[in-house]
């Protein structure tokens, strides 16, 4: 069974930066794809971010130039540096990991971005 635990949520001003992290069980490299998600009350789930097997990042449009994703293969993590932060971030981020033919989540972090 694939268990992904996040953490790094948390409380921050506007402008602000925080760092998520999603360690996975066993190899990450398994996946497909692992990245990250949000969602905010009454709205769908979205893609934040994701890096493909082969190292490639892909960034939703809205957080393009102010998050970044890693991923570290020797401790099975992907990270998300998050900076520039602006109150319309605020959500419970999921870390998710694809396989050919299963999703997995994470429990979910939630992130408040206020003054």
């Known amino acids: 069974q694939v268990q992904l635990v996040e953490s790094g949520g948390g409380l921050v001003q506007p402008g602000g930066s925080l760092r998520l992290s999603c360690a996975a069980s066993g190899s990450i490299l398994r996946f497909k794809s692992t990245g990250w998600y949000r969602q905010v009350p009454g709205k769908q789930r979205e893609t934040v971010a994701e890096i493909t097997a082969g190292g490639s990042p892909n960034y939703a449009d809205s957080v393009k130039g102010r998050f970044t994703i890693s991923r570290d293969d020797a401790s099975n993590t992907v990270a998300l540096q998050m900076s520039s932060l602006k109150p319309e971030d605020t959500a419970v981020y999921y870390c998710?990991?694809?396989?050919?033919?299963?999703?997995?989540w994470g429990q979910g972090t939630q992130v408040i971005v206020s003054s």
């Open positions: 998710n990991a694809k396989s050919t033919f299963v999703n997995y």
